[in-house]
């Protein structure tokens, strides 16, 4: 019943929607624990990791972060996937494309560094974080 109704919605643009601030995205959260309590039949001091893991589902902020991931390995290794608008844009950039000389962090993604707390929700940025914590072994295959 959970995939069926609630899931797929959730999944659906969460990239995008899980950047707004943490007080309007806890909301989220919270409805979603509540009906998954509701749905098990399971009492309120039931910890919230095993209701999502009897459901064999990722906690709201770590789809988000799944996504993410998946969005950028779409882009770094399958551009065709994505639609022609990212495919044709340079949404993300190599730091080796900035720069001619040899770095550590010549295979990662470049930060656009951002002063306020709202160009460091974006997608771009949260992304690209993501994907430079990942080991080599994985981004590059």
């Known amino acids: 019943m959970y995939y069926a109704f609630v899931h797929h919605y959730i999944l659906y643009g969460v990239e995008i929607y899980a950047n707004t601030k943490s007080a309007y995205f806890d909301k989220l959260i919270k409805l979603n624990s509540k009906l998954l309590r509701i749905l098990q039949n399971r009492p309120i001091t039931t910890p919230i990791c095993q209701l999502y893991k009897s459901y064999n589902t990722l906690l709201i902020p770590d789809l988000h972060k799944q ?64 994907w430079n914590e990942l080991p080599l072994s994985i981004s590059l295959s």
């Open 67 to 130: 996504q993410l991931l998946h969005f950028v390995y779409k882009y770094v290794h399958h551009p065709a996937l994505l639609p022609e608008a990212f495919i044709n844009s340079r949404y993300f950039t190599f730091n080796d494309e900035i720069h001619n000389y040899n770095t550590r962090t010549k295979t990662n993604l470049h930060l656009y560094y951002s002063i306020s707390s709202a160009g460091l929700r974006t997608t771009r940025h949260k992304a690209a974080v993501l």
